[in-house]
């Protein structure tokens, strides 16, 4: 098995925000957020207009302003620890003329000065790998959920070998830059695996099959809090 390393917790230069923001998400992004929507709907929720979402690890807030575009009648706390992506994260949701729906905060997920119980649902995508110790990570955001709340976390799968890593690299970054290949590489590198995510969860106290393989490289935890 592949060893984890770790890469750094933010990703903040501006070369780093905008390569970033100019790598081709759409795909991935759409699925995360019907996905979300549809878990959403599953717990009961039909009517998103009152509902209040923290998007722990927003980058350049392409997901909540997707999330929007796909009739999200709510609104998104959209929060990051880099500054430099959040520079671009105000002018992604400025120019989507979502300012009044999509709020853009600095925040450092494990550490929120949220109160308890503060959000109707919580989502995450891509931020665990970031993080030395992610199940501060995934305590805090179990912590600011209110009971009866989705949690929807997906992240990267730490692949099994290293030409595991380049096959992926391959098939999803082969036309990206050198610079957006090497991020790339490096999150998979510094991802969990399905069984220290449900090792986390049951730390926590929550149910540990909420976490599930969703793709060729991805987990994800669905779960609503009791």
Request: glycine residues 4%; negative net charge; charged residues 25%.
């Amino acid at each position: 098995m592949l060893e984890r390393t770790l890469e750094p917790e933010v990703m903040d230069s501006e070369a780093e925000a905008r390569d970033y923001d100019q790598m081709d998400h759409s795909q991935v992004n759409r699925i995360f957020v019907e996905d979300f929507l549809s878990s959403l709907h599953r717990f009961g929720v039909a009517d998103t207009s009152g509902i209040h979402v923290f998007d722990a690890g927003t980058g350049t807030a392409l997901i909540p302003i997707e999330l929007m575009q796909q009739g999200f009648a709510g609104n998104v706390t959209a929060s990051d620890l880099a500054e430099s992506m959040l520079a671009v994260a105000r002018r992604n949701v400025q120019a989507a003329d979502l300012s009044a729906s999509i709020n853009v905060v600095l925040r450092d997920c494990k550490q929120l000065p949220e109160p308890e119980a503060t959000y109707d649902a919580v989502m995450s995508n891509s931020i665990v790998h970031h993080i030395p110790d992610p199940g501060k990570v995934l305590a805090e955001l179990w912590r600011v959920l209110k009971p009866g709340g989705l949690l929807f976390v997906r992240d990267l799968v730490r692949p099994a070998s290293i030409e595991a890593v380049e096959k992926l690299v391959l098939t999803y970054a082969g036309d990206s830059n050198e610079h957006q290949q090497r991020m790339f590489r490096e999150s998979l590198h510094a991802a969990l695996t399905l069984d220290e995510v449900a090792a986390i969860l049951q730390e926590l106290g929550v149910d540990a099959n909420s976490v599930k393989l969703t793709s060729d490289r991805h987990w994800t935890i669905c779960c609503r809090k009791s």
